[in-house]
């Protein structure tokens, strides 16, 4: 008995040693994984969907192009949906997966013939997908305070899923046109844009509107909010911009705002369409402020003989300089300084005896826009004794 328990033993031992394969695992469901970053927005009637494509399946493996199907785009009017029973429309996700894949071996081929080391981030690179909803009037007439939920499915080539993303809403509240009349006024201290106020067709408590204006630099893609101004009647509407950059070219639109209130308190708001954009070019035409308080003092005693000129400085952002001019008696006004003055000083050395002498001067900006002349004043040098 001892002896066949030990031969017992040692077959097992044997069989283990020769690497028996262990239980066989079930094959993949080549489900990938659920979106759990889906973002919306929406503009005017259109709501933008944005999320990350799925790189590996439930079972932690990587997506294969051939398993992968197209990704639904769902939206329900349901709080918390389950299942994708309104399919707004599908995504080829699997087309951006490849496209990003041919690009990332397109980079390391290139790397390989510069004796390069390829970047092994540039296979897992994040791969943005998008897909837009125009909204049916017939939805937002359903619930002018309400939200429309979305979600997306990413499906396998069978036609199953792992369910849906994150949910996230959208409000249903109505838009309304944009101004057509938007025009801009350019002024030496601002630019008024005015346009004509639009009003809704039908009242809602919870609904308020605004006007927001929005401006870029021309050929630029980055668009600043300008101002924005309440909701009226039919009638001119002012909207002021102090924080431009003259010679330069800006494009300015209107949108209306709509904010939904409940309680009394803002919970959500929609952009409408944007106007028709107008571009303005901020030239500047504006001569600075005239100076002021110019003051001539005579001196030459035991010495040549010059005036010397003071005047309050004036305070323009955009001063470079001053300009001096002289006259005598009737005669025509003459620019007696070379180069701008820095600063609001002079002395002029250019005299003759027994003469009497105008002085007056002027602002010029860096646009060379120059003021009118100061008031002015004299001074008279001695004759010869």
Not at 182 to 191: D, Y
């Given at each position: 008995m001892k002896l066949a328990s030990i031969a017992g033993l040692l077959l097992l031992a044997s069989l283990l040693g020769c690497g028996t394969p262990g239980v066989p695992l079930p094959p993949s469901l080549e489900l990938p994984q659920t979106p759990q970053d889906l973002r919306a927005s929406r503009k005017g009637d259109t709501v933008t969907l944005?999320?990350?494509?799925?790189?590996?399946?439930?079972?932690?493996?990587?997506?294969?192009?051939?398993?992968?199907?197209?990704?639904?785009?769902?939206?329900s009017l349901t709080v918390a949906?389950?299942?994708?029973?309104?399919?707004?429309?599908?995504?080829?996700?699997?087309?951006?997966l490849a496209a990003s894949e041919a690009a990332a071996k397109a980079k390391s081929q290139a790397a390989a013939t510069t004796n390069q080391t390829p970047s092994p981030a540039a296979r897992t690179a994040p791969v943005?997908?998008?897909?837009?909803?125009?909204?049916p009037p017939a939805l937002e007439q359903h619930d002018r305070t309400g939200f429309i939920h979305y979600a997306v499915e990413p499906m396998n080539s069978r036609g199953h899923s792992a369910g849906l993303s994150n949910q996230v809403q959208v409000p249903l509240a109505p838009t309304l046109p944009p101004p057509s009349d938007?025009?801009?006024?350019?002024?030496?201290?601002?630019?008024e844009l005015t346009f004509t106020g639009v009003v809704p067709?039908?009242?809602?408590?919870?609904?308020?509107?605004?006007?927001?204006?929005y401006r870029r630099e021309k050929g630029g893609a980055a668009a600043g909010r300008v101002g924005e101004a309440p909701l009226s009647a039919p009638s001119k509407i002012e909207v002021v911009d102090r924080s431009f950059e003259w010679q330069k070219t800006y494009e300015y639109w209107v949108t209306v705002v709509t904010i939904v209130s409940q309680k009394g308190k803002p919970s959500a708001e929609v952009e409408g369409e944007n106007s028709a954009p107008i571009t303005v070019l901020i030239n500047d035409v504006f001569p600075p402020a005239v100076p002021s308080g110019l003051q001539a003092v005579f001196s030459g005693v035991g010495q040549k003989p010059f005036v010397d000129l003071?005047?309050?400085p004036n305070t323009d952002p955009d001063l470079a300089g001053y300009n001096v001019y002289?006259?005598?008696?009737?005669?025509?006004?003459?620019?007696?300084?070379?180069?701008?003055?820095p600063t609001p000083a002079y002395r002029d050395g250019n005299l003759a005896a027994?003469?009497?002498?105008?002085?007056?001067?002027?602002?010029v900006d860096v646009h060379g826009n120059e003021s009118a002349r100061s008031p002015e004043t004299s001074e008279t040098v001695p004759g010869a004794d």
């Open positions: 944005v999320w990350t494509v799925p790189r590996q399946t439930t079972d932690h493996t990587n997506v294969r192009l051939r398993h992968l199907g197209p990704t639904r785009v769902c939206r949906m389950t299942t994708c029973t309104d399919q707004v429309k599908e995504v080829d996700t699997r087309a951006l943005i997908a998008s897909a837009t909803d125009a909204l938007l025009a801009a006024n350019i002024t030496a201290e601002a630019i067709d039908h009242e809602v408590p919870e609904l308020h509107y605004a006007y927001r204006v003071t005047w309050a002289r006259r005598e008696n009737n005669g025509a006004w003459t620019r007696i300084n070379s180069a701008l003055l027994g003469r009497n002498y105008f002085y007056a001067v002027t602002a």
